[in-house]
């Protein structure tokens, strides 16, 4: 089988990798890729967003199946671009990825499915939204309700931030047309997790839970990023809180998808606050988690392609698959000024030293190679994953690893898994 990847990310080399490892796979193209990715994947310089190009392009090399990483194009339509031309592609159609690209129409719809989520109303008009403010509780959570590249979402402190959100949302625009719409919603307290299922349209396959750490700094302090590391499994999910999840949140959610007629196929991503009454829904996304997919796949013992077959043919009932014990840590390092404005170029040394590390394995996030050697091209540049038998070992392993590599400015958090440690 010739499978195309669509991203560029560590959660993209986390896919290249896991799908070179099927017996059915031939050959992986990733679009645009990485420096990284190169060693699984033969990269083609397409960005994630040009849909005819890459429509073009999986026609051209009669690509079996396409498995596309980030949201952008899902929210803008590439399976439906793709299954109109008769191209098999793993994901969610437009309508579907509406449940991470429109957070009014996420939120309506778990309303309608009767899942326990948070209190929130939608808002087109600045003074409505004010008003609304004046009289609630913070923390308050205002969010641009389009996608906004994960940055349109605030957790105001006061009564005054919030206010000030509304404005730079609502009236300044900062997040483009993303922010005409803003969803204000209850603030949920509670430890986070990351539940990630593959979905058919109806069946559900679980897999297995993780917990992002998504503030820069140590501590949970500092602006928010795209994750900074992770860990699986997370020790206060265990089978019945997940069923729970499954049961209470997810099934209900999928089910009346397919009933509204837009069945949900692909990976579906619900973020959940562990609050005390009970999980609950923070939000969902419509694609892997990053970093999340490096601590996930490397624990998945079956073959990613089957599952991904199954899936998107409608087979996931007869799918069992096997996931080994072992804890998983993820420590991402990143460009230091990240998510602010950070230099990239740099050399990065160190990587064949880590990777030979027992247990670990190395997912380029934002590298570029020149010559033999690799330099940092973004913020999160790479994710350094351990695998051992316990969270501690994990971690001591990730670090070690970490130890390895350097480059100028290299910044990385020192509390990755602490919360599990601590917990086991
Ligand atoms: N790590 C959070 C996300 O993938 O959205």
Avoid at 183 to 212: R, T, Y
Wanted: aromatic letters at 6%; glycine letters at 10%; proline letters at 5%.
């Amino acid at each position: 089988m010739k499978i195309l990847v669509v991203g560029s990310g560590g959660r993209e080399h986390a896919l290249c990798w896991k799908i070179a490892q099927s017996p059915m796979v031939e050959k992986i193209y990733c679009a645009p890729g990485n420096g990284g990715i190169a060693a699984e994947a033969e990269c083609v310089d397409i960005d994630v967003i040009d849909l005819e190009a890459l429509g073009d392009f999986a026609e051209e090399k009669a690509i079996d199946l396409t498995v596309v990483g980030p949201e952008r194009p899902l929210i803008a339509g590439i399976v439906d671009h793709f299954l109109s031309r008769g191209l098999s592609i793993y994901g969610p159609n437009a309508a579907a990825a509406r449940l991470e690209g429109s957070k009014s129409f996420a939120n309506e719809t778990v309303e309608r499915a009767g899942v326990a989520g948070k209190r929130f109303e939608v808002f087109d008009d600045p003074d409505e939204a004010r008003d609304y403010v004046h009289d609630q509780v913070a923390p308050i959570v205002v969010k641009a309700d389009g996608e906004a590249a994960g940055k349109g979402v605030v957790i105001a402190e006061t009564v005054d931030d919030a206010l000030d959100a509304i404005e730079r949302c609502m009236v300044d625009r900062e997040f483009g047309p993303a922010g005409e719409r803003v969803v204000i919603e209850e603030f949920l307290e509670g430890e986070e997790c990351s539940i990630k299922v593959f979905c058919d349209g109806e069946s559900i396959l679980p897999m297995v839970p993780s917990q992002d750490y998504k503030r820069v700094y140590d501590g949970d302090e500092g602006p928010n990023t795209g994750g900074m590391g992770c860990h699986s499994p997370v020790p206060s999910v265990d089978d019945a809180v997940l069923e729970q999840i499954i049961e209470q949140i997810v099934r209900p959610t999928v089910s009346l998808m397919a009933e509204e007629g837009n069945p949900y196929v692909g990976t579906l991503y619900a973020g959940i606050i562990l609050t005390e009454d009970g999980p609950r829904l923070l939000e969902y996304n419509c694609r892997f988690g990053d970093p999340e997919t490096q601590v996930v796949l490397p624990r998945l013992e079956s073959d990613l392609v089957e599952l991904l077959l199954a899936t998107v043919n409608g087979r996931l009932h007869e799918m069992q698959p096997r996931w080994v014990d072992d804890r998983a840590v993820c420590v991402v390092c990143a460009s230091g000024g990240y998510p602010a404005s950070y230099e990239t170029e740099k050399r990065i040394s160190g990587l064949k030293e880590a990777a030979a590390e027992d247990g670990v394995v190395l997912f380029h996030a934002g590298t570029k190679q020149m010559g033999r050697s690799y330099f940092t091209d973004g913020g999160r540049v790479l994710g350094v994953t351990a695998l051992d038998a316990t969270y501690r070992q994990a971690r001591d392993r990730a670090y070690h690893a970490v130890g390895r590599i350097d480059f100028e400015n290299m910044y990385f958090r020192t509390d990755i898994a602490e919360r599990a440690v601590g917990g086991h």
